[in-house]
């Protein structure tokens, strides 16, 4: 319970500190935070995201950004959640936004082929 706690208000930090410009590293200003992970022991915690312009360049310059600016990103939570440790953070690129765009993508498609084909055959009979 405790932990789930935890990771809610950090998420919930992280994404302020994010879209109010705390940090002013432009490669992660269209960074949206899905979900963080922290570890039992409080050491560590996994934070996944995910960019507005899904291309390799965008996801690699948010990963530069982050570990630019990790340290001052843990100082700004230290302040914010009281906590006996604040944890070092991993930030991990999740996909899984950019493939259920792509698989809502092609469903469209097939509606459209599909409804296009019974138009056609409609016209034949």
Known sequence: MRIEKVN???KRELANIIQLGEVRDPRISFV???KV???KDL????VKFSTLADTAKEISAAKEG???CKGYIRKLIAQRIHLRYTPEFQFIYDKGIKHAADVDRVLEEIKQLKSATEDESDETI
């Open 8 to 10: 809610s208000s950090i």
């Open 32 to 34: 949206t935070i899905l």
């Open 37 to 39: 992970d922290v570890s």
């Open 43 to 46: 050491q560590h915690a996994r």
């Open 66 to 68: 982050f570990e630019s």
